[in-house]
């Protein structure tokens, strides 16, 4: 087995909107199911967690996570290099679209 990365669960939820994790899961730490970790697998191929934490927890930052994933959040993102996503570059005048009363 190898070693994963030690993160706290708001690092892991930071990974996904930098467009770094792929696919989310759960691993419990122990038979009685009260805590748990939340295992991300990077697009590096790599795999983080988070340390054991109550099963709630952990199911919450991992249903956060997965919208996220949904959403496509890292797919937005600004770099010195590029420009992805549908983000406004043209800066079109906004007063244009509104209506006068």
């Known amino acids: 087995m ?8 708001r690092d892991l939820e930071g990974l996904v909107f930098l467009g770094k994790i792929d696919s ?6 122990s038979d009685d199911k009260k805590n748990a970790k939340v ?5 590096d191929g790599e795999e983080v967690e988070s340390e054991c934490i109550p099963v709630r927890a952990a199911g ?7 919208h996220y994933l949904r959403m496509g959040i890292g797919k937005y993102i600004v770099t010195n290099e590029k ?5 406004d570059t043209e800066g079109e005048d ?3 679209d509104r209506q006068t009363s």
């Open 94 to 96: 906004e007063t244009q």
């Open 39 to 43: 295992v991300a697998k990077t697009t």
């Open 83 to 87: 420009v992805t996503g549908s983000i």
């Open 2 to 9: 190898t070693s994963r990365t030690v993160m706290k669960g």
């Open 24 to 29: 989310v899961t759960i691993e419990f730490c």
């Open 60 to 66: 919450k930052i991992t249903t956060v996570m997965k």
